[in-house]
């Protein structure tokens, strides 16, 4: 009875003072089992991300349905999370979360029935649309369960979860096939997707925003996509490299080394996946260090940039394959740091009611540039070779670059959503205009 006591006290609603109270990130009621939850998520989609399209293969489907199991699950998550915010609204996080849960894990088992069109795309699909809302969800809490001042510790917490997760799984996956068999490895899948279904029943409840803050958020006139277009693109820019480099950085580097090459691009993943995991941890130190986000944001695109510009140069001059070490951890220290200072500056620039917007652009920035990059750089490899392929990739993190310092010059005149410049112009008294020769009266 004690153990069913502690659970309900751990579900029972936050406070807006339990909150404010906080010392440290690790204190906040409910950070553990989301933690657990995005881990189980991430897991789930990073050990099955390079299984499924293998097996379609092996059953002797087409490369071309190979490459739709993943782009209707990638579609499908897209589509659910322009809608997640509003189904958080309306049924809380913590049945959003269930659900998605249960949708990411439980049709998994399916994948068991064959790899024909129809059940191989359903159950991708299905397990598409938990991922979406899982993603959008699992994100948007953390900024419900901590105060401000402790915001960017959090989303580096949630940062290191997942790129642990991912070095974790996205090499695990095939070389379990080879141990256990697809059967098996989906079931692992499912049942990794399941643990943030159990994880849920320690969430506890979410507040609604007080009053003064929706009145405040509803006189701002500025829409939405004005106070989020500037982060989402600078980590949209650095997603479209991203893209490039899953798909194509194993050929390009069996180009350059036969016979290892394809072996050490899972590895270069791997600490690229690490870089981004650190990155995205000290980002988020440093934000709560200086008391707002995006003091490091125009290093690490730089830093971004250059990495994928030393992977073009390291083939096209045809260098060892150890070199590629360097531009992985270049690129993969831009993309993690990326990643937390932009979401954070959407944190920032919304009120806390909007919480899940931002979460839900977020994420629709993450997988829509990967999937552009993913698409367009395919596209361009029907008239380059690897090494200028690279080359372009490194100019479009260059665009957001320049997005972000033209936002950073015009910052003192952004419209932001609380004491934006429109507000503070409305709130003061205009100016006295005097004829020439009248004396003032506000000396």
């Known amino acids: 009875m004690a153990g069913f006591g502690w659970a309900a006290r751990s579900r029972a609603p936050l406070s807006p003072a339990e909150i404010d109270s906080l010392t440290s990130v690790w204190r906040a009621r409910g950070l553990v089992p989301v933690l657990i939850a995005v881990g189980a998520a991430f897991g789930a989609w990073s050990l099955l991300l390079p299984v499924v399209p293998t097996a379609v293969i092996d059953a002797g489907q087409s490369e071309t349905l190979a490459g739709l199991s993943t782009g209707v699950f990638m579609l499908a998550t897209v589509i659910t999370q322009v809608f997640t915010p509003w189904l958080l609204r309306t049924i809380g996080y913590r049945a959003v979360i269930a659900v998605s849960a249960l949708l990411l894990g439980g049709p998994t ?131 479209t490299a991203y893209g490039a480099i899953t798909n194509f950085l194993p050929a390009s580097m069996r180009d350059l080394d036969p016979v290892y090459g394809a072996a050490l691009a899972g590895v270069m993943l791997g600490v690229m996946n690490f870089a981004a995991m650190i990155s995205r941890y000290f980002a988020g130190r440093v934000m709560d260090r200086k008391g707002q986000p995006g003091s490091v944001l125009i290093p690490f695109q730089i830093a971004a940039a250059a990495g994928v510009l030393m992977m073009s140069i390291i083939l096209f001059l045809e260098l060892p394959v150890w070199t590629m070490t360097i531009a992985a951890l270049f690129y993969g220290a831009g993309f993690g740091a990326v990643q937390n200072e932009s979401l954070t500056m959407m944190f920032y620039r919304l009120p806390r009611s909007k919480a899940s917007r931002a979460s839900a652009i977020w994420n629709i920035a993450f997988d829509g540039g990967t999937g552009l990059g993913s698409t367009f750089y395919g596209a361009v490899l029907t008239t380059m070779v690897f090494a200028p392929m690279f080359g372009l990739a490194s100019a479009v993190i260059l665009l957001g670059l320049v997005v972000t310092l033209l936002d950073r010059q015009l910052g003192r005149h952004r419209v932001v959503e609380v004491n934006n410049l429109a507000v503070r112009m409305r709130s003061v008294q205009p100016p006295i205009r005097y004829r020439r020769g009248e004396p003032r009266t506000d000396r």
Do not use: N
């Open 109 to 239: 088992f399916g994948y068991m029935l064959g790899m024909d069109p129809t059940p191989l795309l359903t159950v991708s699909a299905i397990r598409g649309i938990g991922f979406g809302a899982l993603s959008v969800a699992e994100a948007a809490i953390i900024a419900e369960l901590v105060p401000l001042r402790l915001l960017g510790s959090a989303t580096g917490a949630l940062g290191l979860v997942v790129g642990a997760a991912q070095m974790i799984a996205l090499p695990s996956g095939l070389a379990l096939v080879g141990i256990v068999g697809y059967d098996a490895v989906y079931a692992i899948g499912g049942g990794i997707g399941l643990v943030a279904l159990v994880a849920t029943m320690l969430i506890p409840g979410i507040p609604t925003p007080d009053e003064d803050e929706q009145t405040q958020a509803s006189a701002v006139r500025a829409p939405t996509w004005h106070l989020v277009l500037v982060p989402a693109l600078a980590l949209m820019f650095v997603t």
